[in-house]
């Protein structure tokens, strides 16, 4: 038995031997097979995908990486290939890739959106960016090779914050600049505080966030901007506008300024191109009032201030000064034994009060001491500016006449045939909106070679129609382009009618008023017609003018709703206040005009091709204008029917212009209306 127990215990020592050497051999083989590199189908299909990029074979690896995306659906820069061993994997990037060098970009942009989704890289976002530049063609191929990095398993790290996931679809910016100063100028005065609008719009699918504002150059001598707001988001075809404040010192000069503005995303969907504008300053140029008695009316009717007797004062309030007035306020403050009656008012609000602009006041007033030889009235003025506030004494006489009786018929008085109107002021409001429209206003009274004679009135005729324009018309001001003077160069015109003015039409929808007025000339040689630049010399007009026929058929080409044209001013090379081509007969000038065969066109001109335009100076405007701006303000509306056509307006203004000039000048000049529907409606009144 012992023995029998001995084989046993014998036996079994045996097993327990062979036992452990097999478990050794089963372990050892195990170790050695995990450190094989054992591939997985994906993990071979998306190595051998970035081997055909590599060689330029992208529709082959379109298909390899559609294999590897079967079994692992996720971009991520961590996933276990084998054993111990890691990568990164992006099928989708790299899919979206080939597509992109396929040229199918709708594929392109779905593979690389969805790559971002699940993992963002600056390569996705690369790639993403320059379809989004709407590229043509098929790119060239980059050189460089697919990276891929491998690495060891590292020691799990706590996990931080993730960064906002970027959007599934793309958004698209674009924006807008516009200025908008109160004295309704164009120029950012000195110590005046103007907004530099930025309207934003969305116009891709995807929403954009955190959008900032970025401008340069962000220091300009002379000039401070206000902070830059952030847009948290902006949602797909969301528009929004930021209002940028800007204040000229009283030291800034005159000068140009270029701005350019970019708007920063958080995911990296920029501004492309950036946005940029030209904000024209203005040195400081001080106003200069007059206070003047224009009108008395008194119970007696002898235009005589007497004691006891209550007298209806109108007093002009004039700035003939170069430089604008701002939010102008006056005061009536009365002297010794001088009272306002109750129902009198002795605070006004005039407003600004541009160069050369002027308003009234009436006030009732009266003294009671009869031994008194004059009436002693202050107009107090006040500025937006406290230096320019001023007082002006009014020393009234008693028992003299002060203004001038009406005209009666056995004493005519030296006037016009109809009352001069103040055109400038009371400029009614209609309700008409026309945010579409587009205009451009172009206003020379000076010239730099001093040959030329002045048009003393362009500028403000032009000025004063940007006011009728945004009142009358329903005008947006950022939709107006304006020029006076110097500004108003060869160059400026072509760079006006040649590009700006296109890009500035919203085709189909946008109306389109030109203004013009100064000084035409013509070329004695071929008989045509050029507007006068402020660079222009009129001898040599064919190259230093701007031909009118040129400009006709360039603005015929505009796809705008309707064309409105109004010129005042003469070809014949005669003006108001002397020739402007010295040594030769006036000319007779006939232009052929593509507008007209338009329907949706019509041409004011101020004068025949052989007339002279006539100025009119009691009203300070030209006399066409001044008759048109009349017209506007509704006294063409012959019908009372709250709208004024072309053929209303075409009477209104034929009606009086060439009375006046013949009252005024002792010469023709008939306006010359040219359309080929003259039903068409000019102003809506109401």
Same mark, same amino acid.
């Given at each position: 038995?012992?023995?029998?127990?001995?084989?046993?215990?014998?036996?079994?020592g045996?097993?327990?031997?062979?036992t452990?050497?097999l478990?050794?051999i089963?372990?050892?083989?195990?170790?050695?097979?995990?450190n094989?590199?054992v %591939?997985?189908?994906?993990?071979?299909?998306?190595?051998?995908?970035l081997?055909?990029? !590599?060689?330029?074979?992208? +529709?082959?690896?379109v298909?390899l990486?559609?294999?590897a995306?079967?079994?692992k659906?996720r971009?991520?820069?961590?996933i276990?290939a084998?054993?111990?061993t890691f990568i990164?994997?992006?099928?989708?990037? +790299?899919?979206g890739?080939?597509?992109?060098?396929?040229?199918?970009?709708e594929?392109a942009k779905?593979?690389l959106?969805?790559?971002?989704?699940?993992?963002?890289?600056q390569r996705?976002r690369?790639?993403?960016?320059?379809?989004?530049?709407?590229?043509?063609?098929?790119?060239?191929?980059?050189?460089e090779?697919?990276?891929?990095?491998?690495?060891e398993?590292?020691?799990k790290?706590?996990?931080?914050?993730?960064?906002?996931?970027?959007?599934?679809?793309?958004?698209q910016?674009?924006a807008?600049?516009?200025?908008m100063?109160p004295?309704?100028n164009?120029?950012?005065?000195?110590e005046?505080e103007?907004?530099?609008?930025?309207?934003?719009?969305?116009?891709?699918?995807? %929403?954009?966030?955190?959008?900032?504002?970025?401008?340069?150059p962000?220091?300009?001598?002379?000039v401070k901007?206000?902070?830059?707001?952030?847009?948290?988001?902006?949602?797909?075809?969301?528009?929004?506008?930021?209002?940028?404040?800007?204040?000229?010192?009283?030291?800034?000069?005159s000068?140009?300024i270029?701005?350019?503005?970019?708007?920063?995303?958080?995911?990296?969907?920029d501004l492309?191109?950036?946005a940029?504008i030209t904000i024209?300053?203005k040195?400081?140029?001080?106003?200069k009032?007059k206070?003047s008695?224009?009108g008395?009316?008194?119970?007696?009717g002898?235009y005589?201030? %007497?004691?006891n007797?209550i007298a209806?004062?109108?007093?002009?309030i004039?700035?003939?000064?170069?430089?604008?007035a701002w939010?102008v306020?006056?005061q009536?403050?009365?002297g010794?034994?001088?009272?306002?009656?109750?129902?009198?008012k002795?605070?006004?609000?005039?407003?600004?009060?541009?160069?050369n602009?002027?308003k009234d006041?009436?006030f009732?007033?009266?003294?009671?001491?009869?031994?008194?030889?004059k009436?002693?009235?202050t107009?107090?003025?006040e500025?937006?500016?406290?230096?320019?506030?001023?007082?002006?004494p009014l020393?009234?006489?008693?028992?003299?006449e002060?203004?001038?009786?009406?005209?009666?018929?056995?004493?005519?008085?030296s006037?016009?045939?109809?009352p001069?109107?103040?055109v400038?002021?009371n400029?009614?409001? =209609?309700?008409?909106?026309?945010?579409?429209?587009?205009?451009?206003?172009?206003?020379?009274?000076?010239?730099?070679?001093?040959?030329?004679?002045r048009v003393?009135f362009?500028e403000n005729?032009?000025r004063?129609?940007?006011k009728?324009?945004?009142?009358?018309?329903g005008?947006?001001?950022?939709?107006?382009? %304006?020029?006076?003077?110097?500004?108003?160069?060869?160059s400026t015109?072509?760079?006006?009618?040649? +590009?700006?003015?296109?890009?500035w039409?919203?085709?189909?929808?946008?109306?389109? =008023?030109?203004y013009?007025?100064?000084?035409g000339?013509?070329?004695?040689?071929?008989? +045509?017609a050029?507007?006068?630049?402020?660079?222009?010399?009129?001898?040599?007009?064919?190259?230093?003018?701007?031909?009118v !026929?040129e400009?006709?058929?360039?603005?015929?080409?505009l796809?705008a709703?309707?064309?409105?044209?109004?010129?005042d001013?003469?070809?014949?090379?005669?003006?108001?206040?002397?020739?402007?081509?010295k040594?030769?007969?006036?000319?007779f000038?006939?232009?052929?005009?593509p507008?007209?065969a338009?329907?949706?066109?019509?041409? =004011?001109?101020s004068?025949?091709?052989?007339?002279?335009?006539s100025?009119?100076p009691q009203a !300070?405007?030209?006399?066409?204008t001044?008759?048109?701006?009349r017209?506007?303000?509704?006294e063409?509306?012959?019908n009372k029917?709250?709208?004024?056509?072309?053929e209303?307006?075409?009477?209104?203004?034929?009606?009086?212009?060439?009375?006046?000039?013949?009252y005024?000048?002792?010469?023709?000049?008939?306006?010359?209306?040219?359309?080929?529907?003259?039903k068409k409606i000019?102003?809506r009144?109401?």
């Amino acid at each position: 038995m012992w023995y029998l127990d001995f084989l046993i215990l014998k036996g079994w020592g045996k097993a327990m031997y062979f036992t452990k050497i097999l478990l050794l051999i089963i372990l050892l083989s195990l170790i050695w097979g995990v450190n094989q590199p054992v %591939e997985a189908k994906w993990y071979k299909s998306y190595q051998q995908a970035l081997q055909a990029m !590599k060689k330029g074979q992208y +529709e082959q690896a379109v298909k390899l990486f559609q294999e590897a995306l079967k079994e692992k659906k996720r971009d991520t820069d961590k996933i276990r290939a084998y054993g111990t061993t890691f990568i990164e994997y992006f099928p989708h990037r +790299e899919l979206g890739i080939c597509y992109f060098y396929l040229g199918d970009m709708e594929r392109a942009k779905r593979e690389l959106v969805l790559s971002l989704q699940q993992k963002a890289t600056q390569r996705a976002r690369e790639y993403l960016d320059k379809i989004n530049k709407s590229y043509k063609g098929t790119p060239t191929p980059p050189r460089e090779r697919p990276v891929i990095t491998r690495y060891e398993e590292k020691p799990k790290t706590r996990k931080t914050a993730r960064s906002p996931k970027p959007p599934v679809h793309s958004p698209q910016l674009s924006a807008e600049l516009f200025f908008m100063d109160p004295s309704n100028n164009g120029f950012l005065d000195a110590e005046e505080e103007c907004k530099l609008v930025v309207d934003i719009h969305n116009t891709g699918k995807g %929403e954009a966030s955190g959008l900032k504002i970025q401008l340069s150059p962000r220091r300009v001598s002379g000039v401070k901007f206000g902070s830059f707001p952030v847009i948290d988001r902006l949602r797909p075809s969301e528009k929004k506008s930021v209002v940028i404040p800007m204040t000229a010192s009283a030291t800034v000069t005159s000068q140009e300024i270029k701005l350019r503005l970019q708007i920063k995303e958080r995911n990296g969907y920029d501004l492309n191109p950036p946005a940029s504008i030209t904000i024209r300053t203005k040195k400081l140029t001080p106003p200069k009032f007059k206070v003047s008695v224009v009108g008395l009316q008194e119970p007696s009717g002898n235009y005589q201030i %007497e004691p006891n007797e209550i007298a209806e004062l109108t007093v002009r309030i004039q700035n003939t000064g170069k430089g604008d007035a701002w939010n102008v306020k006056a005061q009536v403050q009365t002297g010794n034994q001088v009272f306002l009656t109750p129902d009198s008012k002795n605070n006004f609000v005039l407003g600004n009060l541009p160069s050369n602009d002027f308003k009234d006041i009436k006030f009732s007033a009266f003294i009671s001491n009869k031994q008194a030889k004059k009436m002693p009235i202050t107009i107090k003025l006040e500025e937006a500016r406290p230096r320019f506030n001023k007082n002006f004494p009014l020393e009234l006489p008693l028992y003299t006449e002060i203004v001038a009786p009406p005209e009666t018929p056995e004493h005519p008085a030296s006037k016009p045939v109809q009352p001069v109107v103040n055109v400038d002021i009371n400029i009614p409001k =209609f309700k008409s909106k026309n945010p579409d429209a587009v205009a451009v206003l172009i206003g020379i009274s000076r010239y730099k070679n001093r040959d030329i004679p002045r048009v003393d009135f362009a500028e403000n005729d032009a000025r004063v129609m940007k006011k009728y324009l945004i009142r009358v018309l329903g005008y947006d001001p950022r939709r107006i382009i %304006e020029v006076y003077d110097d500004e108003a160069s060869l160059s400026t015109f072509k760079r006006i009618f040649e +590009e700006q003015l296109f890009n500035w039409v919203r085709s189909g929808r946008s109306d389109v =008023f030109i203004y013009y007025s100064g000084h035409g000339a013509p070329d004695p040689e071929s008989q +045509e017609a050029y507007f006068v630049p402020y660079d222009c010399n009129p001898t040599y007009a064919k190259s230093t003018g701007y031909k009118v !026929k040129e400009f006709y058929e360039r603005v015929a080409k505009l796809p705008a709703r309707n064309i409105t044209v109004v010129i005042d001013a003469c070809f014949s090379g005669s003006s108001a206040a002397g020739m402007i081509l010295k040594g030769i007969s006036p000319v007779f000038i006939k232009v052929q005009n593509p507008i007209v065969a338009l329907n949706n066109g019509v041409v =004011f001109t101020s004068a025949t091709g052989d007339q002279v335009s006539s100025w009119y100076p009691q009203a !300070k405007h030209s006399l066409f204008t001044y008759y048109f701006m009349r017209g506007l303000r509704g006294e063409a509306d012959q019908n009372k029917d709250g709208s004024i056509t072309v053929e209303e307006m075409e009477t209104y203004i034929n009606t009086y212009v060439p009375d006046q000039a013949r009252y005024l000048n002792n010469r023709e000049q008939t306006p010359q209306v040219m359309a080929k529907n003259k039903k068409k409606i000019l102003v809506r009144i109401k």
